[in-house]
């Protein structure tokens, strides 16, 4: 398992563009597949999309669809989260997490190592 942590988040303003990372450490990040989660007050973790161990391929829900972008540099052993134009319903602490499984998997508990979290706050 690697341990990563989560970094990028903060307080911004509806139409405004945030960009996350996610670096791993204790580990070979180029093993895993990742994936970035978030969840928003009191409702259940979801989804946001998740990346190949080669950054080739990538998978979005359906509602994150041209609303953020996944990226990856195994040199740096970081993934990113772009995301342009947030909206107050964007607001969450945001998650990624790995899996040894490959890319393509979307529930939580396909994901064996988590970051503690970034919180993105948008404002109207």
């Known amino acids: 398992q690697v341990t990563l942590v989560e970094s990028g988040g903060g307080l911004v303003q509806a139409g405004a563009s945030l960009s996350l990372s996610c670096v791993a450490s204790?580990?070979?990040?180029?093993?895993?597949?990742m994936a970035w989660f978030r969840q928003a007050p009191g409702k259940e973790r979801e989804f946001v999309g998740c990346?190949?161990?080669?950054?080739?391929?990538?998978y979005y829900a359906e509602s994150m669809k041209g609303r953020a972008t996944i990226s990856r540099d195994n040199r740096k052993n970081t993934a990113y989260l772009q995301m342009p134009n947030l909206q107050p319903e964007d607001t969450a602490v945001y998650y990624c997490?790995?899996?040894?499984?490959?890319?393509?998997?979307?529930?939580?508990?396909?994901?064996?190592?988590w970051g503690p979290g970034t919180q993105v706050t948008v404002s109207s």
């Open positions: 204790r580990g070979f990040f180029g093993d895993y597949a």
């Open positions: 990346i190949d161990w080669r950054g080739e391929t990538t």
């Open positions: 997490a790995t899996t040894r499984l490959g890319v393509g998997f979307r529930r939580v508990t396909d994901y064996d190592s």
